[in-house]
C-alpha cells in the first residue's frame, strides 16, 4: 500500500504538532507525515475570560494581521465545532467591519429558527408590524391555516387597520370564522398582549428566555429528535446567550436597560451590514466537517473546550473521541502559515455563564510547537486518556502534567484505586487581559475610539466628574451612544484611517 505521508500545505510546526495529537488516537493508519516546508511560526493558544471576548480577540488579531502583513479577509479561516458558535465570530466581525462570508451554511441572523424567534419579539414591541405576524402565527402549529390567515388580511384591508387589531377586536365581528378557529385566533392574540405586559418589566434576555419557552419553539424542535433539530436548539440557545450578553453590555450606557427595543435596534443593525459586505475578499467561517480539503494562510480553531470540541455528544465511545481527534487534525492541517487555538474560561449557557475547561486536544500538543498568550498559572493533570471513560488505566502510559510557574509535581504516583476517582482539576482563571480603566484614558472632544462591541468611534462631547462621567460617542456603526466611562471598555485610537 502507498502512503501519502507528505503535506505541501503546512509548516513543519503545524505538521509535527498535528502528529503529536493523532498519535493518541490507538485506531489509525501507521503512517507519519512529513514535510519540507519552513520551520514557521508557533501555534498561539489564547484563553478568554468569556466566548464573546473570544470573538473579540479573533476579529482584533485578524485586524491586526491584515494591517500589518498585508494580508486579504480571505487568507483567515475561522473553524468550529457547531454551527452556533458562528454568533460571536459574527458580531465581533461587523464591529470591524471585516467582512465575511458562512461557507454550507447562512449567516447566523438569517436562520430560520433565528428569523421566528425575532419575529416573536418584532411583534411584541410592534404589535404593527405584519410580516413578523404573518410568520410566526401558526408557528408552533395552532391550526389556523392560509385561508384564516387571506380572511384575517382581507379584514385588515376592509377596516383599514393592522392584522393585529383585527385580532384584539374580534369581538365587534370583523372577522367570520367558526368557534374553533376563533378561540385559536383570540388565545395567540392573548398571548402576545401578556409578552407586551412582561416587555415592560424585563430586560431583553428575560423576556426572550419567557417568549421561547411559552411558545412552544424550544418543544418543538426538541421533539423533532434530528441532527437538524438539535442544530435549531443549539442556534436558539446562541441566541439567547448572544442577548445576555447585550444586556451585560448595557450597564455601561447610560438611561440604558438591556430592552428588548434595544436589543432589536442592535440586530437591525447587524443585519443591514450583512448586507452591506460584497465581494468576493471575506473571511471564511465554516464547521471543521467542512473544512476538509481546503487551505488558508491563517486558521482560528475556536471554541476547543471539553464537551465542545470534543463534542459531550462524542464522548461515549472511544472511537468517537478518536473520531474527535481526527477532526482536530483536519482543522490544524487547514493552516499554511499560522494557526490559532482559542478557548473561554466561561460560556454562555441558556444565558448562564457556566465554568469551561481547556480541551484536551490543547493539552497533547507538545508545549515546544506552542505559545501562550495568557501565562499559564497553577498546576493540574493532563487529561488521562488511557482510562478516560472507555476502560482500564495503563499505568504504564500515564502522562503527567509539566510544572507550570516553578510547582514541582508530586512524586508518589498514584495507586490504580486513586486513579479511577482522578478528574481533570480546572485551572486557575487567572486575571483577564486589562483594557485599562475608562476614566484614565483622558478623553478629548474629537477623540478617536475603539468599543469591544460598537468598534470605531469619535467623542462629541463629555460631561461629569469622577464615577459619573459621561461621554456622547458617536459610533460608525453603532450610532449615537452615551457611555459611562466607568464602565465602557474604551481604547484610543491615535491615528483613525
Same mark, same amino acid.
Given at each position: ?6 503535506? #505541501? ?32 511560526? %508557533? ?5 478568554? %475570560? ?28 475561522? $473553524? ?63 391550526? =389556523? ?81 434530528? *441532527? ?14 448572544? =442577548? ?7 450597564? @455601561? ?5 438591556? &430592552? $428588548? ?36 494562510? +491563517? ?5 476547543? @473546550? ?5 463534542? &459531550? ?10 473520531? @474527535? ?17 482559542? #478557548? ?17 486536544? =490543547? ?11 495568557? %501565562? ?31 510547582? *514541582? ?23 483577564? +487581559?486589562?483594557?485599562?480603566?475608562? /476614566?484614565?484614558?483622558? /478623553? ?20 461629569? $466628574? ?6 456622547? =460617542? ?5 450610532? &449615537?451612544?452615551? /457611555? ?14
Amino acid at each position: 500500500m502507498y502512503r501519502l505521508e507528505q503535506n #505541501y500545505r503546512s509548516t513543519q510546526t503545524i505538521v509535527e504538532a498535528a502528529n503529536t495529537v493523532i498519535s493518541h488516537n490507538k485506531n489509525q493508519i501507521d503512517k507519519k507525515v512529513w514535510t519540507d516546508n519552513d520551520l514557521g511560526q %508557533p501555534i498561539t493558544v489564547h484563553r478568554s %475570560p468569556t466566548d464573546a471576548e473570544e470573538g473579540r480577540f479573533v476579529a482584533a488579531s485578524i485586524w491586526e494581521t491584515q494591517h500589518q502583513e498585508h494580508k486579504k479577509p480571505s487568507d483567515f479561516a475561522v $473553524l468550529y465545532r457547531t454551527n452556533a458558535q458562528s454568533r460571536a465570530i459574527e458580531d465581533a466581525l461587523r464591529k470591524r467591519d471585516i467582512p465575511y462570508k458562512i461557507f454550507g451554511g447562512l449567516s447566523f441572523y438569517q436562520r430560520k429558527e433565528i428569523k421566528d424567534v425575532l419575529a416573536y419579539l418584532r411583534l411584541i414591541v410592534n404589535p404593527q408590524d405584519e410580516e413578523a405576524l404573518k410568520r410566526i402565527i401558526n408557528f408552533p402549529a395552532r391550526g =389556523i391555516g392560509d385561508a384564516t390567515i387571506d380572511k384575517l388580511t382581507l379584514a385588515a384591508d376592509q377596516q383599514q387597520i393592522s392584522l393585529f387589531d383585527v385580532l384584539i377586536r374580534l369581538d365587534q365581528g370583523l372577522l367570520s370564522v367558526h368557534g374553533g378557529t376563533r378561540n385559536k385566533l383570540e388565545e395567540f392574540a392573548r398571548m402576545i398582549q401578556s409578552f407586551q405586559v412582561l416587555e415592560k418589566q424585563l430586560d431583553a434576555f428575560e423576556l426572550a428566555a419567557q417568549v421561547v419557552k411559552k411558545t412552544g419553539l424550544l418543544l418543538e424542535f426538541k421533539k423533532d429528535g434530528t *441532527p437538524e433539530g438539535v442544530a435549531k436548539m443549539e442556534n436558539i440557545e446562541e441566541l439567547l446567550n448572544g =442577548i445576555k450578553d447585550f444586556v451585560e453590555g448595557q450597564q @455601561e450606557i447610560a438611561d440604558a436597560r438591556g &430592552a $428588548l427595543s434595544e436589543f432589536l435596534e442592535d440586530v437591525a443593525l447587524a443585519t443591514d451590514m450583512d448586507r452591506d459586505m460584497d465581494g468576493e475578499e471575506r473571511v471564511a467561517l465554516m464547521t471543521i466537517h467542512l473544512a476538509k480539503g481546503l487551505e488558508f494562510p +491563517v486558521v482560528y480553531i475556536v471554541g476547543l @473546550e471539553e464537551d465542545l470540541f470534543p463534542s &459531550a455528544m462524542s464522548m461515549n465511545t472511544r472511537s468517537e473521541l478518536e473520531e @474527535e481527534r481526527r477532526l482536530f487534525y483536519v482543522a490544524l492541517t487547514r493552516a499554511e502559515q499560522k494557526a490559532y487555538l482559542t #478557548y473561554a474560561q466561561t460560556r454562555y449557557r441558556w444565558g448562564k455563564l457556566v465554568d469551561a475547561e481547556p480541551s484536551r486536544f =490543547i493539552e497533547e500538543i507538545d508545549e515546544k510547537y506552542l505559545e501562550h498568550t495568557v %501565562p499559564l498559572t497553577g498546576y493540574r493533570y493532563k487529561s488521562i486518556i488511557d482510562k478516560d471513560i472507555f476502560g482500564e488505566v495503563d499505568t504504564n502510559k500515564l502522562r503527567t502534567q509539566k510544572p507550570v510557574s516553578g510547582i *514541582p509535581p508530586k512524586q508518589n504516583q498514584p495507586t490504580s484505586a486513586q486513579l479511577q476517582k482522578l478528574r481533570k482539576i480546572k485551572p486557575d482563571i487567572g486575571i483577564p +487581559v486589562d483594557r485599562g480603566n475608562a /476614566l484614565s484614558l483622558d /478623553l478629548q472632544q474629537g477623540q478617536w475610539v475603539d468599543h469591544p462591541r460598537f468598534g470605531r468611534g469619535v467623542v462629541k462631547s463629555l460631561e461629569g $466628574l469622577g464615577n459619573d462621567k459621561k461621554a456622547d =460617542i458617536d459610533f460608525e456603526h453603532g450610532g &449615537a451612544k452615551k /457611555l459611562l466611562l466607568r464602565f465602557a471598555q474604551l481604547t484610543k485610537i491615535d491615528n483613525h484611517g
